[in-house]
């Protein structure tokens, strides 16, 4: 393979050689002109006189040699115009080189490497002014989906469509360049008496790029997160932000509009930069983490509301970190699912558990919540099934919650590996029922075997009025549907006497107990005489007493 340094000394090597030959071809050019100077001066009088004046006939040698000459002055006039055009073409290709070296090919806008310096000039060129650079870090929210669904053809149309909106909405004096993927970066100047201005030009850039891009006969939608920055903040008393400065912040600023939707901009505040560094410490940390076994499955107690049994248990994922405590789930699923590592956490998480619950009694469920992001797995199934080959846990005991977000994503997809845990025996929940308005078809041709009510409906069911009604016809709806109900949230007494008045309901909550780790789930169980080990499980043994949160 070729080095990158023997490609540069192989390319010189080739410059000297050509510089090499130039110059000999040159040499005998301006030899051949003097020459026929030379000789001409003498032969040429003679062979006119003989020509027209019948004289005596010039010297052979020196007419050879003239014609020599004639020839060598034809061969260096050929090698000169040779020399032009060559001249001409390397040129040409050293502007076409230069041309991809800063530009784009796909979006026709600056890359990577000439962005930056463009944006900088601009910025030295606004000094000797009034106006200041703001400079705009536009990123595509979902692109990797785009690209999963819809292929990488779609996606380089729905990259060149959104470049040729954007260009479109800056200034004439703009400045658009594609810093990566799905990454643009954008600087126009603007007044800093009159910021709005630029917020103005950002919401029409939203609107511009969030129409839908039609081709192939295909239609997508693109959102984007905006990030800005401009070179008026007085961040300190350091010298003024350059264009990669300006780029760094504005992508601070995006990563902050993303986190908190779709179709959002944010100007960058020095407290950001903060919160993406302990963001990125979050993310290692979850990643060192995974590799050393840190996160581990709790498990929450879940009861038949009307004869007060124990019937099985949900698995919540905890995070014993070294540094930070014991982490809530809130914190660091959201980032896993962003970097790509949900299903990886997910797995290590279901294995444990697994291995957990086989000495569990027999009548005892384990309940696993699934990530959208793992739905759009062809593999899904198979990685599961595996798992609990690997485990040698009955499928029929456990139960997989899916939220009704993943309803919206692909219903295709989701049908397909819905199907197929059910053909192995594993059940299927419906869990958070009623965040997500999934219609009627959907829970008629989804093979669910339980809906679980979001606690969020169920904190309100004490205060009577909508609260109460919603959750009545959620498990009407249930009944309707054969499917029996779970009532996530049971904080207190009361609305766990509201609930027993509704009948034939599973429940789980605060009310109950704290979710607790294998070795308080194990003792609790020894304690009531539900694990296998010793022979003596009673199948849906009561629980012993309520405990208060």
């Known amino acids: 393979m070729t080095r990158p340094k023997d490609k540069q000394a192989t390319a010189a090597d080739r410059k000297i050689r050509n510089a090499e030959r130039d110059m000999v071809a040159l040499g005998i050019a301006i030899a051949a002109v003097i020459l026929f100077v030379g000789t001409g001066g003498t032969i040429m009088p003679q062979i006119m006189r003989n020509w027209f004046a019948g004289g005596a006939a010039p010297d052979l040698l020196l007419t050879n040699a003239v014609l020599l000459n004639i020839a060598l ?19 040409e290709a050293e502007a076409r080189a230069r041309e991809l070296a800063e530009r784009d090919p796909l979006t026709g806008s600056l890359n990577r490497r000439s962005g930056p310096p463009a944006m900088e000039k601009l910025r030295e060129d606004l000094n000797c002014s009034n106006r200041h650079l703001a400079v705009m870090m536009i990123d595509l929210d979902n692109f990797k989906q785009i690209n999963d669904l819809n292929g990488h053809r779609m996606g380089d149309e729905v990259l060149a469509t959104v470049a040729a909106r954007v ?3 800056l200034p004439s004096d703009g400045i658009l360049a594609r810093i990566g993927g799905d990454e643009f970066a954008c600087a126009v100047p603007f007044d800093p008496h009159a910021r709005e201005l630029v917020d103005d030009l950002v919401l029409n850039i939203i609107s511009q790029v969030s129409a839908p891009v039609e081709a192939n006969n295909m239609i997508v939608e693109a959102t984007v997160s905006i990030g800005l920055a401009h070179s008026a903040e007085d961040l300190s008393s350091e010298a003024p932000a350059d264009a990669e400065q300006l780029i760094h912040r504005a992508d601070i600023a995006m990563y902050h509009a993303k986190k908190r939707g779709r179709n959002r901009h944010y100007w960058f505040e020095p407290q950001m930069e903060d919160e993406l560094r302990f963001r990125n410490e979050l993310e290692a940390g979850i990643r060192r983490g995974i590799a050393a076994g840190e996160f581990v499955p709790f498990y929450e107690q879940q009861i038949d509301l009307e004869t007060g049994k124990l019937t099985g248990f ?15 789930p809130e914190i660091f699923i959201p980032i896993a699912e962003e970097i790509d590592l949900i299903s990886d956490l997910s797995e290590s998480l279901i294995r444990q558990a697994l291995e957990d619950a086989k000495d569990w009694d027999t009548s005892l469920t384990l309940s696993v919540n699934i990530s959208p992001i793992q739905l759009r797995d062809p593999w899904f199934a198979q990685k599961l099934l595996h798992l609990l080959v690997e485990s040698g846990f009955p499928p029929a005991r456990l139960e997989i919650e899916i939220t009704e977000s993943c309803l919206h994503e692909n219903i295709g997809a989701v049908r397909s590996i819905v199907s197929s845990l059910k053909n192995q025996g594993i059940r299927i929940s419906l869990d958070d029922f009623g965040t997500g308005y999934s219609s009627l078809t959907q829970l008629r041709s989804l093979p669910f075997d339980r809906l679980k009510i979001d606690r969020s409906f169920v904190a309100e069911l004490t205060a009577g009025g909508e609260g109460k009604a919603l959750v009545e016809a959620m498990i009407s709806l249930g009944k309707g549907l054969s499917l029996p109900v779970t009532a996530e949230g049971i904080e207190n007494e009361k609305v ?9 309901l599973k429940g789980q909550g605060y009310f109950y107990g704290r979710p607790e780790d294998s070795t308080s789930t194990r003792k609790r169980l020894s304690e009531l005489g539900m694990l296998n080990e010793d022979g003596s499980g009673e199948a849906g043994k009561m629980v012993g007493e309520r405990q208060a949160g």
């Open 167 to 169: 260009r479109a909405a």
């Open 496 to 504: 766990l006497d509201e609930l027993q008045g509704l009948g034939g």
């Open 73 to 91: 002055l034809i061969f260096g006039w050929r090698r000169y115009r040779d020399l032009h055009a060559e001249i001409l073409e390397r040129r």
């Open 314 to 328: 949900e698995m919540l994922a905890r995070w014993q970190s070294p540094r930070y405590g014991l982490v809530s």
